[in-house]
């Protein structure tokens, strides 16, 4: 303590008082101009990338960022852009589909990738939050999960499995074949001849895809429930810590 008192003495001269902290460094107006022009040239660069070849800290910049420039981080989320001749036929199909499901259900299919280490495909992962209460069905009832373990899965692999193997089966047991709409979107599994065919047969004038009896309009993901609110909230349930250890464990919490 006495160490202390001295060495005070001695430097705040012939005061023992505490040395007040000098705090943060100022960052100049010069740094901040520099950090502004070299992220206004590349808005998507990275701070990381950027630190190394300026030799600014990645904490100075972020600093810089939120009070002297007041940016924020915008995460980006991969959509399909729609053109106004897209919004048109998603128009008209929506109001075909309020017509047909007066009377009958829609079965909407879609398909999504489920990582063990929770990260999933960007073109999947789309996250809208875990649950949005202005989301009514009218029939709440979830056929699957069907899992294609197949690292690529083709038209052969799609209708033996989920129509031969589980969907029809399903169907047949709770008699519903016949009162019911079935989507699919156009990936290219589905556009198979041998899909369509069994598609015509067992859902005749009732199917609802690429060159199907109800066209599915393209770039339309938000027309299908899966896509804007299912598999965000399915996986806001799937992915919480610990994560699955294994694809059986993955598996299970899925089914469940």
Request: aromatic share 12%; glycine share 4%; charged share 25%.
């Amino acid at each position: 303590t006495i160490y202390s008192w001295y060495k005070n003495f001695v430097q705040i001269r012939c005061s023992v008082c505490h040395i007040k902290p000098p705090g943060r460094p100022h960052v100049s107006d010069t740094t901040v101009e520099q950090i502004r022009e070299s992220f206004v040239r590349s808005p998507q660069k990275s701070t990381r990338c950027e630190s190394q070849k300026s030799g600014i800290p990645n904490v100075t910049m972020w600093r810089v960022f939120r009070k002297r420039l007041h940016l924020k981080a915008y995460k980006l989320s991969i959509v399909q852009r729609l053109t106004d001749a897209d919004k048109v036929v998603c128009k008209e199909f929506c109001m075909q589909m309020f017509h047909h499901i007066q009377d009958d259900s829609v079965i909407f299919s879609d398909e999504s990738t489920f990582h063990v280490s929770g990260k999933v495909n960007t073109h999947n992962h789309r996250i809208w939050g875990s649950e949005n209460p202005h989301v009514s069905l009218r029939k709440e009832r979830v056929y699957g999960p069907f899992f294609f373990v197949e690292t690529t899965i083709t038209s052969i692999i799609y209708l033996d499995m989920l129509f031969q193997e589980f969907l029809i089966p399903q169907l047949d047991e709770d008699n519903q074949e016949r009162r019911i709409h079935f989507q699919q979107d156009s990936a290219p599994p589905h556009y198979l001849g041998e899909v369509r065919k069994y598609l015509n047969t067992h859902f005749p004038g009732r199917w609802i895809g690429r060159v199907a009896p109800i066209a599915w309009p393209p770039r339309s993901q938000e027309l299908t429930p899966l896509d804007f609110f299912l598999w965000g909230f399915v996986k806001a349930r799937v992915f919480v810590p610990p994560l699955p250890a294994n694809i059986i464990e993955l598996r299970t919490r899925l089914t469940a």
